[in-house]
Nanobody, 124 residues
């Protein structure tokens, strides 16, 4: 079992930046692909970014490309999501997830473990 705890969400002005963290416990994440998703009220959970366990290959949704960066620190058992130039419509709960499939995936069903989420609110 892998337990995931997200942190770093807060109120931020449009155009600002945030770095979210996802701390894992129970097992080392080095063998897991990791992903970040978000979900706004009344909307399906949306893929943002993923990083593979091998070579830390990354993949981004179009909405995240050029503004978001996913990274992992296996020694700290932590994954990060750096978000820049945030937009009003990106207010949501942000989740990290771990997948036993070592390659990246955009599908929620590919992920075996999920955190509780951290709220990001973007204001004008």
């Amino acid at each position: 079992q892998v337990q995931l705890v997200e942190s770093g969400g807060r109120l931020v002005q449009a155009g600002g930046s945030l770095r979210l963290s996802c701390a894992a416990s129970g097992r080392t994440i080095s063998g897991y692909a990791m992903g970040w998703f978000r979900q706004a009220p009344g909307v399906e959970r949306e893929f943002l970014a993923a990083i593979s366990s091998i070579n830390s290959r990354t993949y981004y949704a179009d909405s995240a490309k050029g503004r978001f960066t996913i990274s992992r620190d296996n020694a700290r058992n932590t994954v990060y999501l750096q978000m820049n130039r945030l937009k009003l419509e990106e207010t949501a709960v942000y989740y990290c997830a771990a997948s036993n499939i070592q390659t990246v995936s955009t599908r929620t069903t590919a992920y075996d473990y999920w955190g509780q989420g951290t709220q990001v609110t973007v204001s004008s």
